[in-house]
Nanobody, 121 residues
Framework: QVQLVESGGGLVQPGGSLRLSCAAS????????MGWYRQAPGKERELVAT???????NYADSVKGRFTISRDNARNTVYLQMNSLKPEDTAVYYC???????????????WGQGTQVTVSS
């Protein structure tokens, strides 16, 4: 079993910043791509940012220049620094990871439980 545990969500005013963290633990041989997705009420889940193990990144156009994804491979942890937050960034943010498990040896995609980010004055 693999767990993705997110933290760092909360309420912030427009223009403010938050930093999300997601740590993967458990039956892990190696973690490949990690990323963040979000889902606002009444909308489909959408990609925010992803990062490969070697550091290649991909961002949604709506967050480019404001959000930065990073990771600590030694800790199997991914971060999302969110600056200049807007009300339209309000959503539940989900961590996602491609994990090669030890037993059985296979590549599995996992999701975290989600953390709420609310941008409001």
């Amino acid at each position: 079993q693999v767990q993705l545990v997110e933290s760092g969500g909360g309420l912030v005013q427009p223009g403010g910043s938050l930093r999300l963290s997601c740590a993967a633990s458990g039956n892990i041989f190696s973690v490949y791509a990690m990323g963040w997705y979000r889902q606002a009420p009444g909308k489909e889940r959408e990609l925010v940012a992803t990062m490969t193990k070697d550091g290649s990144t991909n961002y949604a156009d709506s967050v480019k220049g404001r959000f930065t994804i990073s990771r600590d491979n030694a800790r199997n942890t991914v971060y999302l620094q969110m600056n200049s937050l807007k009300p339209e960034d309000t959503a539940v943010y989900y961590c996602n990871a491609d994990v090669f498990t030890v037993v059985p040896p296979q590549l599995v995609n996992y999701w975290g439980q989600g953390t709420q980010v609310t941008v409001s004055s």
